[in-house]
């Protein structure tokens, strides 16, 4: 590895060069060293909330269960339910190239919210593993593997520990793990909390071994659930804190007529889950019962019994509490609208509302 990357010095085209060097990596993790059920990528990653992440140097894929939305030779772009983790490939470390790399990895992980299994067009918390993030160099600038330590301790007090590195490698030189109340490091994304402190060690000629063995160690840790490309079709909206998930937009009526295409704005989401946090969690078949008084056919049980909200301050009745003949003309719990907040069903009485509580986003 360090032959062909004193070597590649003389391309002198740099993306080249750059190529070059992140195949030489790749190359020699597909050398038998990791098993078959993980592929080696380049490209992007797009997430489940209409986001996609900047070019990464090699994606780390499930092989055998994973899809690519778009695959070419040089370039893919894989769906991240199907990926375990990135590697950010340098040349030379040095600061700016750092902080380039670790951006990267803060905004892979910000991809992953609190992520769900789709239940019957409702929701199901389902954990998933987050991503991994590591970053290679082939060797130092003009630094030290301890002033890169202090570079990323400065970084960490300004970022949160689920967006962290989970290892940092420098060629010959050392790496950089996180220790936390134990003689192991943390190199699971899980273990990386904020008491897990980076500290460097200068493993020398046994770098590259040690590098190796994380990577392998971290990938066989991490249970990836199932691809689900439907949400990729239509994923989910990041609506200021929030993931929303279900009919984001939807028409308001104004006097019986049709108004226009909405949906609710940041405020008016953070005002809903705080009252309805604040009144307590339902099962969704209470929910339902409230609402319409009977609970539709078919359902699952377990999608019965899921957790969900009720967003009603104003006490409306339901449906069977008015009658099919004045459900119409009163305010009550079938002006509703279902929205999927970050992975719970709220069911959301629509009475109270002002027009300061929507943003348009098209005429219906």
Same mark, same amino acid.
């Given at each position: 590895m360090r032959a062909d990357f004193e070597a590649s010095a003389q391309v002198k085209q740099s993306g080249s060069k750059g190529m070059f060097r992140e195949n030489t990596l790749k190359n020699f993790l597909a050398a038998g060293r990791l098993p078959l059920k993980y592929g080696l990528g380049t490209g992007e990653i797009v997430g489940r909330v209409r986001d996609t992440s900047r070019q990464c140097d090699v994606i780390i894929f499930d092989k055998l269960n994973g899809v690519a939305l778009l695959y070419d030779e040089n370039v893919q772009v894989f769906p991240i339910d199907c990926v375990y983790g990135i590697i950010e490939v340098k040349s030379t470390l040095s600061k700016s190239e750092f902080l380039d790399a670790l951006e990267k990895i803060k905004a892979l992980k910000a991809m992953v919210p609190a992520t769900t299994e789709p239940f019957d067009g409702l929701t199901k918390l389902h954990p998933r593993s987050r991503p991994f993030g590591v970053i290679f *160099?082939?060797? +130092? *600038?003009?630094?030290s593997l301890d002033s890169l330590n202090e570079n +990323?301790? /400065?970084w960490e007090r300004e970022t949160p520990a689920a967006l962290w590195p989970n290892c940092v490698c420098v060629l /010959?030189?050392?790496v950089i793990w996180h220790y936390g109340g134990s003689t192991r490091p943390c190199l699971d994304s899980h273990q990386i909390t904020s008491e897990a402190k980076p500290m *460097? +060690?200068?493993?020398? /000629?046994?770098?590259l071994f040690q590098f190796y063995c994380s990577l392998h160690d971290m990938c066989t840790h991490m249970t990836l659930g199932p691809v689900e490309l439907r949400r990729f079709y239509s994923p989910s909206e990041q609506i200021g804190k929030f993931v929303?998930?279900?009919l984001v937009e939807f028409e308001i009526e104004k006097d019986g007529e049709p108004g226009c295409r909405v949906r609710f704005t940041a405020a008016a989401i953070e005002k809903i %889950?705080?009252?309805s946090s604040a009144h307590g969690r339902m099962r969704l078949r209470d929910v339902l019962q409230k609402r319409m008084g009977w609970v539709p056919p078919g359902m699952d049980e377990s999608t019965l019994n899921s957790e969900a909200f009720l967003y009603n301050p104003d006490n409306l009745p339901g449906v069977h509490e008015l009658g099919a003949k004045t459900v119409m003309t009163k305010d009550s719990l079938w002006r509703s609208h279902v929205l999927v907040i970050d992975g719970y069903h709220y069911t959301i009485a629509l009475s109270g509302f002002t027009d300061s509580d929507f943003?348009? %986003?098209g005429e219906a």
């Open positions: *160099a082939y060797s +130092l *600038a003009d630094n +990323l301790r /400065e /010959e030189s050392g *460097a +060690l200068h493993f020398c /000629e046994d770098s929303i998930g279900g %889950v705080k009252w943003e348009h %986003v």
